[in-house]
């Protein structure tokens, strides 16, 4: 098990930007593939953006992607997602989560195969 913590959120305006970090504890976060899920109210928690064990390939949901960018440092067991021209839309709670392993393009989509989550922060873009 990993323990995770997220920070960063917060209300801003639309076209703004904000920088999520997720710190883990309890074991070496290199040992994980590293993804970002959001969950509006009333609505089903969906993938973000995740990022492989070394970092070298990273995946995005059609939605997010070119606006929003996933990195990691391992050596100080932390990942971020950096969230440029925020709209809206991307209000919802922002969930860190940690896969045992690697994954696929396609698994790595996958909400079910991440059995480590943060508490979720909150992010709020207003019009």
């Known amino acids: 098990q990993v323990q995770l913590v997220e920070s960063g959120g917060g209300l801003v305006q639309a076209g703004d930007s904000l920088r999520l970090s997720c710190a883990a504890s309890g074991r070496s976060m290199g040992m994980f593939t590293m993804g970002w899920f959001r969950q509006a109210p009333g609505k089903e928690r969906i993938f973000v953006a995740a990022?492989?064990?070394?970092?070298?390939?990273?995946y995005y949901s059609a939605s997010v992607k070119g606006r929003f960018s996933i990195s990691r440092e391992n050596a100080r067991n932390t990942a971020s997602l950096q969230m440029n021209s925020l709209k809206p839309e991307d209000t919802a709670n922002y969930y860190c989560?940690?896969?045992?392993?690697?994954?696929?393009?396609?698994?790595?989509?996958?909400?079910?195969?991440?059995?480590?989550w943060g508490p979720g922060t909150q992010v709020t873009v207003s019009s």
């Open positions: 989560a940690a896969l045992d392993g690697s994954c696929s393009r396609t698994a790595c989509y996958d909400r079910r195969l991440y059995r480590n």
């Open positions: 990022i492989s064990r070394s970092g070298e390939h990273t």
